[in-house]
């Protein structure tokens, strides 16, 4: 499974950026998609998590303003992360990502390579 993220940049405060993630490869495998970011000195977060049936879920820090979607095409899955709204604490490396459930209850991790975002005040 291979994703490629793109769709960061530097907006000001209050802006819109969408992020688009393209997955390939066994994506008939993947159970979730989502977008995790990770701001310097801090952990990684989960931001938005859409499942293969697309039911979306957010950290309370993304609700009402980022909306997760996700597009199958015949060989790939596009995940986009529309953002809106943004403020400089939302500043992070924003990473694509993807799992697969295995039978005893555990996940496989698929991660892009990361896109900055950067929201000035």
């Known amino acids: 499974v291979h994703l490629v993220e793109s769709g960061g940049g530097l907006v000001q405060t209050g802006g819109s950026l969408r992020l688009s993630c393209v997955v390939s490869?066994?994506?008939?495998?993947?159970?979730?998609y989502g977008w995790y970011r990770q701001a310097p000195g801090h952990q990684r977060e989960l931001v938005a998590r859409?499942?293969?049936?697309?039911?979306?879920?957010?950290a309370d820090s993304a609700e009402g303003r980022f909306t997760i979607s996700k597009d199958n095409d015949r060989k790939t899955v596009t995940v986009v992360l529309q953002m809106k709204d943004l403020r400089p604490e939302d500043t992070a490396v924003y990473y694509c990502?993807?799992?697969?459930?295995?039978?005893?209850?555990?996940?496989?991790?698929?991660w892009g390579q990361g896109t900055q975002v950067t929201v000035s005040s």
């Open positions: 859409i499942t293969r049936d697309a039911s979306a879920t957010y």
């Open positions: 990502y993807a799992d697969t459930a295995l039978i005893d209850g555990t996940y496989v991790d698929y």
């Open positions: 490869g066994f994506t008939y495998s993947i159970d979730r």
